[in-house]
């Protein structure tokens, strides 16, 4: 087995060919494949259930988990059939090419929904498995780097996938299926390069009845809090999220090349700030960081509405929307990974991680099917505000907005005793508290001017500590 350093660089990698495989499989290439072969708005929004509809696999995994003493073997040979699971389609449109649009829209829906299922059967047996491997100490820091390189690897992907879509010659399903098999091998190669990590054997209850195993992640009051935070965050999300290529694709009039380059700046956006991000979680907690990346998650939303119907103008408009959306979803991912390693116990963590996800996942599918049928049902509705045309898509951005501003409030709530106030952290990322930037705006040009100009003189004449109470001094006196 390798050594603890080298492992952890090897999961490093192993994320990078993972988010590959995941955005040559599932990118916008797949709504516009879903598109030529007939897609509305109902099919859209299934397809974008389904990742969060069959998360309830997860109860599954950690219900086994608890009468295994590894998790390995059970990961490891669910996780390649995972990833073999779009081989069928990738081969089907050559093979076959007689059969119906349709035969190969409902097989994009099945063959999705049994990858999602054991894709997410696998999640909590790995996560746990990590939990247990990785040390605490600076986890959220390790979080942020691999979380840089799997979004470098994402933007990478992205930008392949739509050079490949703009200039390789090919119509949208061949050139789709060409994109399943590359995704597939790189797929694999993730899989297969954890069987020289070692895993810890697994800390089952001391008597795990069913009832008992289900039930403890809920009588935990603060877990409770962060469950019910995800559940309705994830509702808030995912009545917007699945629909956003269908929008720029079908309302906007981009072409894939363009919608799949903007989500290539997406998280390129987001890879520069994730070393960063884990930084801040590492110092003040996951709460906190929580809380600010779903505050201003609402402004892609409000980008989405107010966008003008140009292909040109709206591409670069949403360019910088995206990359702070990247960031911020970078936050989120980063601080809900963070907080269910470090507040589940050693005895049944599978099952606190999969409800951490699960029931949100379930209920964010719910919405998204519920949107998409409602979509579906006014597929012909519009009304002419002015010179503006609002659509149902409109209304279904509108609807997601106002959920997420209640989110945000709710990310107060939950509960995590370590973590520090949220405050602590917009005083670090912006050097000065901001009421006392409301009071005197030249406050804030002079802490930057200070902290560019004066750093190392302020060092000499005082510690770092030395600062950070300056700044505490400033929260409790303005």
């Known amino acids: 087995m390798w050594s603890q350093p080298v492992s952890q660089r090897a999961i490093i990698v192993a994320g990078c060919l993972g988010t590959i495989y995941t955005y040559l499989t599932m990118s916008p290439a797949t709504v516009e494949f879903a598109r030529s072969l007939g897609a509305t708005g109902w099919h859209i929004g299934i397809l974008g259930a389904l990742p969060m509809a069959?998360?309830?696999?997860?109860?599954?995994?950690?219900?086994?988990?608890?009468h295994l003493t590894y998790r390995r073997r059970a990961w490891f040979w669910m996780s390649i059939a995972e990833r073999l699971s779009f081989l069928p389609l990738a081969l089907g449109p050559w093979l076959l090419p007689e059969c119906s649009d349709a035969t190969w829209l409902w097989l994009l829906i099945v063959l999705t929904a049994a990858n999602h299922a054991m894709l997410n059967f696998s999640s909590?047996?790995?996560?746990?498995?990590?939990?247990?491997y990785l040390p605490h100490a600076g986890l959220s820091r390790y979080w942020g780097i691999r979380h840089l390189w799997m979004q470098l690897s994402a933007a990478v992907a992205l930008f392949a996938g739509a050079v490949f879509l703009l200039k390789g010659g090919f119509d949208i399903r061949p050139a789709f299926s060409l994109m399943m098999g590359a995704g597939a091998v790189f797929g694999i190669a993730d899989i297969l390069t954890f069987i020289k990590v070692d895993e810890h054997p697994v800390t089952p209850m001391p008597e795990p009845k069913l009832r008992e195993v289900l039930t403890s992640p809920f009588r935990d009051g603060d877990f409770r809090s962060f469950i019910c935070f995800s559940c309705f965050w994830n509702v808030a999300a995912m009545t917007s999220s699945p629909f956003i290529s269908f929008f720029l694709l079908g309302y906007v009039g981009m072409d894939v090349y363009h919608v799949m380059l903007l989500w290539t700046y997406s998280w390129l956006g987001g890879a520069f700030y994730s070393k960063r991000i884990g930084q801040l979680v590492e110092q003040f907690g996951n709460r906190?960081?929580?809380?600010?990346?779903?505050?201003?998650?609402?402004?892609?939303?409000?980008?989405?509405?107010?966008?003008?119907?140009?292909?040109?103008?709206?591409?670069?408009?949403?360019v910088p929307i995206f990359m702070l959306d990247a960031v911020l979803n970078a936050g989120i991912t980063i601080a809900n990974n963070g907080f269910m390693i470090k507040n589940s116990p050693a005895q049944n963590r599978t099952m606190f991680i999969a409800a951490g996800t699960a029931m949100a996942g379930m209920a964010g599918g719910v919405a998204s099917v519920a949107t998409g049928a409602v979509l579906a049902m006014t597929s012909d509705w519009s009304y002419l505000w002015g010179s503006t045309v609002v659509t149902n898509l409109h209304i279904a951005f509108a609807v997601s907005l106002v959920l997420r501003l209640a989110a945000a409030v709710l990310a107060r709530r939950v509960r995590e005793p370590k973590s520090q106030h949220t405050i602590?952290?917009?005083?670090?990322?912006?050097?000065?508290?901001?009421?006392?930037?409301?009071?005197?705006?030249?406050?804030?040009?002079?802490?930057?001017r200070n902290?560019?100009?004066?750093?190392?003189?302020s060092r000499a004449r005082r510690p770092a500590t030395r600062a950070m109470a300056t700044s505490e001094r400033e929260i409790r006196y303005e």
């Open 54 to 66: 069959m998360l309830f696999t997860q109860f599954l995994a950690a219900v086994l988990a608890n």
């Open 124 to 132: 909590p047996l790995w996560l746990s498995w990590m939990g247990d």
């Open 288 to 318: 906190p960081v929580l809380v600010l990346s779903t505050a201003f998650k609402s402004v892609n939303m409000i980008a989405l509405i107010v966008v003008p119907r140009d292909p040109v103008i709206a591409f670069w408009i949403m």
């Open 424 to 448: 602590d952290v917009v005083v670090r990322l912006i050097g000065v508290a901001p009421i006392r930037v409301m009071r005197y705006p030249v406050g804030l040009y002079r802490s930057i």
């Open 451 to 457: 902290d560019g100009g004066h750093r190392q003189a």
